[in-house]
Antibody
Framework: QVQLVQSGAEVKKPGASVKVSCKAS????????MHWVRQAPGQGLEWMGI????????SYAQKFQGRVTMTRDTSTSTVYMELSSLRSEDTAVYYC???????????????WGQGTTVTVSS | DIQMTQSPSSLSASVGDRVTITCQAS??????LNWYQQKPGKAPKLLIY???NLETGVPSRFSGSGSGTDFTFTISSLQTEDIATYYC?????????FGGGTKVEIK
């Protein structure tokens, strides 16, 4: 079955970086774009950016430009999201989510990972 | 960025009731709107895409309508398993943006 499995919870100090992984299975990895969305405790959803696993091209929300890097490893069907210069406001659950359009973009997210909790605390 | 305003922020209804949630965009987004359901502690689930199209496997009691700046999401007959927070999301422009959410509870 189609699924996205994310890496485990992280605790980081302010100023550090975190790298979250998202391993895809059950479909052709390079045929679907992958989004990253985060959710602060008790808050709503915030889109961070998108990566095309086929060529590796990315588009980031302006808010995260310069701090976020999304990459992929086609040999393991895994995408990564690295966020640097962490601050307390980055404490959130981070989700990877597959775009629903095969070989294109719909900007709808039909398969989600289970989420990775990142806590930033001194 | 396009602002998405959902209302109400929360509601309480009885099983079997018709539930309606609205989502207003800060500019015309045509029909570039999705709706998601998020249950506590779980990832969101796509219910409606392109404002009115039901995602595969989603019960027909869920529906969406609207275009331009004003959109509606409806549960025709509320069930206990529908307890969740619902979000709209626009994709007319990057960055993708979500509404603030509507928490649906059982009365």
């Amino acid at each position: 079955q189609v699924q996205l499995v994310q890496s485990g919870a992280e605790v980081k100090k302010p100023g550090a970086s975190v790298k979250v992984s998202c391993k895809a299975s059950g479909y052709t990895f390079t045929s679907y774009h992958m989004h990253w969305v985060r959710q602060a405790p008790g808050q709503g959803l915030e889109w961070m950016g998108i990566i095309n696993p086929s060529g590796g091209s990315t588009s980031y929300a302006q808010k995260f430009q310069g701090r976020v890097t999304m990459t992929r490893d086609t040999s393991t069907s895994t995408v990564y999201m690295e966020l640097s210069s962490l601050r307390s406001e980055d404490t959130a659950v981070y989700y990877c989510a597959r775009d629903r359009q095969q070989l294109g973009l719909s900007y709808g997210m039909d398969v989600w990972g289970q989420g990775t909790t990142v806590t930033v605390s001194s | 960025d396009i602002q998405m305003t959902q209302s109400p922020s929360s509601l309480s209804a009885s099983v079997g009731d018709r539930v309606t949630i609205t989502c207003q965009a800060s500019k015309d987004i045509s029909n570039y709107l999705n709706w998601y359901q998020q249950k506590p502690g779980k990832a969101p689930k796509l219910l409606i895409y392109d404002a009115s199209n039901l995602e595969t496997g989603v019960p027909s009691r869920f529906s969406g309508s609207g275009s331009g700046t004003d959109f509606t999401f409806t549960i025709s007959s509320l069930q206990t398993e529908d307890i969740a927070t619902y979000y709209c999301q626009q994709y007319d422009n990057l960055p993708l943006t979500f509404g603030g959410g509507t928490k649906v509870e059982i009365k």
